[in-house]
């Protein structure tokens, strides 16, 4: 079964994060990423840049809204996120678990929904 792991943390503590302690975090992710990779757990997953490069769309009576930012204001900000292939929701928290942002933030685990085609189909 697939899990979206999503990576959540405080976007200004970790600005203020020194530039090597934020670099040894990173490699630290790349290796997380690449041990989960070997065992194939993950299937994919990437870094997203902050929130202030976010673009909010809308749709509302067939007319597009575009915001500057995020979507909602909140103490922590999407970071990134693993997609992991795993037996169950406890194996996919054992891989979540090595995830090192989950150390300042949260990773927030959710079975993917794979939607079938042939099963909405008009009759």
Avoid at 42 to 55: D, N, R, Y
Avoid at 60 to 74: H, K, M, S, W, Y
Avoid at 96 to 122: H, M, N, S, T, W
Wanted: charged share 30%.
């Amino acid at each position: 079964m697939k899990y979206l792991a999503l990576v959540y943390y405080d976007e200004q503590k970790m600005g203020a994060m020194p530039e090597a302690d934020w670099h040894a975090l990173n490699r630290e992710c790349i290796a997380c990423g690449e041990k989960l990779r070997a065992s194939s757990t993950m299937i994919g997953g990437e870094a997203l840049q902050t929130t202030e490069t976010a673009t909010t769309i809308r749709v509302r009576d067939d007319r597009v809204t575009i915001t500057d930012g995020p979507f909602a204001e909140t103490k922590e900000q999407l970071a990134g996120f693993y997609l992991l292939e795993a037996r169950d929701l406890n194996e996919a928290i054992q891989a979540a678990g090595k995830i090192p942002p989950a150390r300042y933030g949260c990773v927030e685990i959710r079975p993917v929904r794979e939607l079938d085609p042939a099963q909405f189909q008009p009759r």
